[in-house]
């Protein structure tokens, strides 16, 4: 629990260190440009396309990440089985690898020549190079985090509340629905926050898999690799661009969490 | 055979912090010095201390280093110069980083540690140079462009295959220089008598990727991911088997050039790795790789 007294100043010194040194490089990306000049090269097309990709596909791949991940969660959270130790490693391991191994991993999967991707192929559905490569990049690399913390929420839900529950006749989908995922909401919802913060910030997966093309496959980060090399202030707007992103999701997710946790006996 | 491109391109200047740019803090309106722009005023100049700072810190104290900023298409070969440059010299050693041209060149501008640099181009190091980041740039090797597709049964048979519709065409962005290569290839493709009018807009509708080097073109192809890329021909050559080349006619020659950074820590022993990169010993490395 936290404390009411004054931490001691020893303490405030030792910390500081770390604090300056986040702070450092996020003030010079907000501050090397002058406001105006930071909104107009958010303008430029190259911004507006890469910002509307960038939305549209981390929307798809977190939805996916929530549909697909839940049942998941519960499963490990609820149930104990043979291979549980193993799966749960399984699905934590796509946080640990490098995102441009996903990235190349995806390929030999996916790609034209890949595992699966060759008879793809064959139907005439192939994926690399397109926006569907962008969110499967971002779904790979994103859903372990809401996984993880959707495994959570569950576990920290009293399971005698759900029993109490059934005995009063409702059934498992409902005690679901109207118990589990309620009081583990703030842990599903800093799990959905994580994982689109974390498909936003995808770049290494993506570029290996996805290829870079504006519009199509060009998101934020991609776009700041791009205009590094040719237009360095649109590259500093779409960073700016990028952390005030990441710094609305973080509030709004501790809002939540907040507003909707619930008090435990 | 063909000229050399030249092709003069637009490039932002280097960014400065409004602190420490007069330029940009005349045009600031007087305001009266509220509370946060003091501390707006107190973080900026401590950030350029700190960046001053690790500036003189990323220097090495070692001199018998030498650090080369190489376009990506020369990898193979300048990883042998560096080893014979090694071995001739005693205690003395070459740090290689290849990426793109262009990369490079943002890099040295945003003050990288760099001793000696090598363009896929010209016009990346002569601005460098009108910069006063460079010394005079030498032309060391020319290469040109060709268009690889994945061995085996492949979609594309012939440069007319570019053309049509459902091609997956990977190439390299507009900023690095087989990018720009590329498009001045296409460009004179789409000639009369050769393959007309129209040819190269209808490539440029197949483009799939715009990729950050030539050799990132290279390994879409050989990953069989692209039905074809336009890269160097010492590229298509370091892929072996792996892709069928499809030759370039009056492509365009990429003319490579190399120069001494301003600042280099060990001037000399930059000026003897470049003096063997322009030597016999290099050039004949550099046409066993293909350049010319």
């Given at each position: 629990m936290a404390s009411a007294e004054r931490p001691p100043a020893a303490l405030w010194l030792a910390s500081s260190v770390l604090v300056v040194y986040i702070t450092l490089p996020l003030a010079a990306l907000l501050l090397v440009l002058p406001p105006g000049e930071l909104l107009e090269h958010l303008r430029s097309p190259m911004a507006l396309r890469a910002l509307w990709l960038s939305v549209k596909t981390t929307l798809v791949a977190t939805l996916l990440a929530v549909l697909l991940g839940t049942p998941l969660a519960y499963l490990l959270a609820r149930f104990s089985f043979r291979g549980r130790d193993v799966l749960d490693t399984l699905v934590d391991l796509p946080i640990t690898i490098p995102p441009v191994v996903a990235g190349v991993a995806l390929l030999l999967a996916?790609?034209?020549?890949g595992l699966l991707g060759r008879h793809l192929d064959v139907l005439g559905a192939s994926v690399a190079f397109t926006t569907v490569a962008v969110v499967m990049a971002q779904l790979l690399i994103a859903s372990p985090f809401f996984v993880k913390a959707a495994r959570a929420g569950f576990e920290s839900v009293d399971t005698r509340l759900e029993a109490a529950a059934r005995t009063l006749g409702a059934s498992p989908w409902r005690v679901f629905w109207t118990v589990t995922v309620p009081l583990a909401r703030p842990a599903l919802l800093s799990g959905v926050v994580l994982a689109w913060a974390r498909a936003l910030s995808e770049f290494g997966a993506t570029m290996m898999?996805?290829?870079?093309?504006?519009?199509?496959?060009?998101?934020l980060t991609l776009a700041v690799m791009t205009a590094l090399e040719s237009d360095l202030e649109t590259a500093v707007a779409v960073s700016a661009l990028s952390l005030g992103l990441a710094l609305v999701a973080l509030v709004a997710a501790k809002r939540m969490a907040g507003r909707w946790s619930v008090p435990r006996a | 055979m063909t000229r050399p491109l030249a092709v003069a391109h637009r490039r932002p200047r280097t960014l400065s912090f409004r602190g420490a740019s007069s330029r940009r803090a005349t045009r600031d309106?007087?305001?009266?010095?509220?509370r946060s722009r003091v501390l707006r005023l107190t973080l900026v100049t401590a950030l350029v201390q700190a960046a001053t700072l690790t500036g003189l810190a990323a220097?090495?104290?070692?001199?018998e280093t030498v650090r080369v900023f190489a376009a990506s298409s020369l990898t193979e070969a300048f990883r042998e110069i560096a080893a014979a440059h090694e071995a001739a010299r005693p205690g003395m050693k070459v740090e290689l980083s290849f990426a793109g041209t262009q990369v490079l060149r943002t890099q040295i501008e945003q003050g990288?540690?760099?001793?000696v640099f090598a363009s896929a181009d010209l016009a990346h190091s002569e601005a460098l140079a009108r910069a006063g980041l460079l010394a005079t740039p030498r032309t060391f090797a020319r290469n040109a462009l060709a268009v690889v597709v994945p061995a085996g049964?492949?979609?594309?048979?012939?440069?007319?295959?570019?053309?049509?519709?459902?091609v997956r065409v990977v190439v390299a962005g507009p900023a690095v220089p087989a990018g720009r290569y590329t498009v001045e290839a296409l460009r004179r493709l789409a000639a009369p008598g050769s393959l007309g009018p129209g040819f190269d807009a209808r490539v440029r509708a197949n483009v799939v990727s715009e990729e950050t080097n030539v050799r990132a073109v290279l390994s879409k192809v050989v990953l069989g991911e692209a039905d074809a890329g336009f890269v160097y021909q010492t590229d298509a050559a370091s892929a072996g088997a792996r892709v069928r080349v499809l030759e370039v006619p009056s492509s365009v020659v990429a003319e490579y050039s190399i120069g001494v950074v301003s600042g280099a820590a060990d001037a000399a022993a930059a000026e003897a790795f470049v003096g063997l990169v322009l030597g016999e010993r290099g050039q004949a490395i550099l046409r066993r790789h293909g350049f010319r």
């Amino acid at each position: 629990m936290a404390s009411a007294e004054r931490p001691p100043a020893a303490l405030w010194l030792a910390s500081s260190v770390l604090v300056v040194y986040i702070t450092l490089p996020l003030a010079a990306l907000l501050l090397v440009l002058p406001p105006g000049e930071l909104l107009e090269h958010l303008r430029s097309p190259m911004a507006l396309r890469a910002l509307w990709l960038s939305v549209k596909t981390t929307l798809v791949a977190t939805l996916l990440a929530v549909l697909l991940g839940t049942p998941l969660a519960y499963l490990l959270a609820r149930f104990s089985f043979r291979g549980r130790d193993v799966l749960d490693t399984l699905v934590d391991l796509p946080i640990t690898i490098p995102p441009v191994v996903a990235g190349v991993a995806l390929l030999l999967a996916f790609g034209r020549r890949g595992l699966l991707g060759r008879h793809l192929d064959v139907l005439g559905a192939s994926v690399a190079f397109t926006t569907v490569a962008v969110v499967m990049a971002q779904l790979l690399i994103a859903s372990p985090f809401f996984v993880k913390a959707a495994r959570a929420g569950f576990e920290s839900v009293d399971t005698r509340l759900e029993a109490a529950a059934r005995t009063l006749g409702a059934s498992p989908w409902r005690v679901f629905w109207t118990v589990t995922v309620p009081l583990a909401r703030p842990a599903l919802l800093s799990g959905v926050v994580l994982a689109w913060a974390r498909a936003l910030s995808e770049f290494g997966a993506t570029m290996m898999f996805a290829g870079n093309f504006p519009g199509r496959t060009q998101t934020l980060t991609l776009a700041v690799m791009t205009a590094l090399e040719s237009d360095l202030e649109t590259a500093v707007a779409v960073s700016a661009l990028s952390l005030g992103l990441a710094l609305v999701a973080l509030v709004a997710a501790k809002r939540m969490a907040g507003r909707w946790s619930v008090p435990r006996a | 055979m063909t000229r050399p491109l030249a092709v003069a391109h637009r490039r932002p200047r280097t960014l400065s912090f409004r602190g420490a740019s007069s330029r940009r803090a005349t045009r600031d309106p007087p305001t009266r010095p509220t509370r946060s722009r003091v501390l707006r005023l107190t973080l900026v100049t401590a950030l350029v201390q700190a960046a001053t700072l690790t500036g003189l810190a990323a220097r090495p104290a070692s001199a018998e280093t030498v650090r080369v900023f190489a376009a990506s298409s020369l990898t193979e070969a300048f990883r042998e110069i560096a080893a014979a440059h090694e071995a001739a010299r005693p205690g003395m050693k070459v740090e290689l980083s290849f990426a793109g041209t262009q990369v490079l060149r943002t890099q040295i501008e945003q003050g990288a540690p760099a001793d000696v640099f090598a363009s896929a181009d010209l016009a990346h190091s002569e601005a460098l140079a009108r910069a006063g980041l460079l010394a005079t740039p030498r032309t060391f090797a020319r290469n040109a462009l060709a268009v690889v597709v994945p061995a085996g049964p492949a979609r594309v048979a012939s440069l007319a295959d570019l053309a049509r519709p459902g091609v997956r065409v990977v190439v390299a962005g507009p900023a690095v220089p087989a990018g720009r290569y590329t498009v001045e290839a296409l460009r004179r493709l789409a000639a009369p008598g050769s393959l007309g009018p129209g040819f190269d807009a209808r490539v440029r509708a197949n483009v799939v990727s715009e990729e950050t080097n030539v050799r990132a073109v290279l390994s879409k192809v050989v990953l069989g991911e692209a039905d074809a890329g336009f890269v160097y021909q010492t590229d298509a050559a370091s892929a072996g088997a792996r892709v069928r080349v499809l030759e370039v006619p009056s492509s365009v020659v990429a003319e490579y050039s190399i120069g001494v950074v301003s600042g280099a820590a060990d001037a000399a022993a930059a000026e003897a790795f470049v003096g063997l990169v322009l030597g016999e010993r290099g050039q004949a490395i550099l046409r066993r790789h293909g350049f010319r």
